[in-house]
């Protein structure tokens, strides 16, 4: 996809935005803001989005439950009616997917955070005021969705700061890799009768995967650890992946909110 990673969540943004009025009921949303949530407890409220994606979401994400549970007093006059009531009763304020399968499936940090988090975040709160932090778990590709928690600036989100997934399949990725491979089937470490032990690939594989353009990308090195932990390696990894065209993991603004904060820090 062409244009930088802002271009992407605008873009998704306005796709989320325009299910409502799509299916017929986009209603909802003045209904919502003006008449439901003032009146509501921020649990409840909370509560009501839980409902709404465990119930809706599953297809995209997989399997959801409730979780953050808090404990909500039952009035006492209503305890006096019903005698069995408990005192308090617990009712989940965050969503959880298992393991979801977009994130799964896409086997990408910047996919998810361009295409699904900040995005989802943005929406939610221009349209319904709730805030949302989205949780994503790149070791176990579980999720959390946290109703009427403030998300981190992006620059500092946990999220953001990562670097690539090593089975990314974007070119750049993969021609580094493959790159990479190739050198160390030319020392032989890893490989067993011309076979790379690791990946399975022979030589050919390998070979027919690194193209001049890999060898080239991979001796400039975008950065020297293979992260974005420092704003110099960050600089690095943006121009080349801009350059390239192939990517949009990240984007100027991110650049410079990034500098920012370690300025900051370094005052």
Known sequence: MDGTAKDVQVRAQRVFAG???ALGIGWVIPLWKKALDPVFPQWFSNYAFVLVFTTLFPWLMGPMKGVDEVDVPVPAALRKVFKNLPETFSVP???KAERCR???????ASVCVNTCKVPSQNWLFQDFGMKLHIQPNYDDFSCQWKFNVEP????EDEAVMVPCFAKCDSEV???KDAFRQL???DSGFGM???VDKYTGETLEQIVARATAEAKADAARGLTPDGTAGSAE???LRAAETKKSGKCWSVDEERLDKYKAIMDADQA
Do not use: M, N, W, Y
């Open 192 to 194: 067993v009768d011309g």
């Open 183 to 185: 050198a160390r089937a």
């Open 93 to 95: 304020q965050a969503v």
């Open 233 to 235: 390696t960050l600089k």
């Open 152 to 155: 981190p600036p992006l620059a």
């Open 102 to 108: 977009f994130l799964e499936s896409t086997q990408c």
């Open 173 to 175: 990725k993969g021609q």
């Open 19 to 21: 299910i409502l009025p």
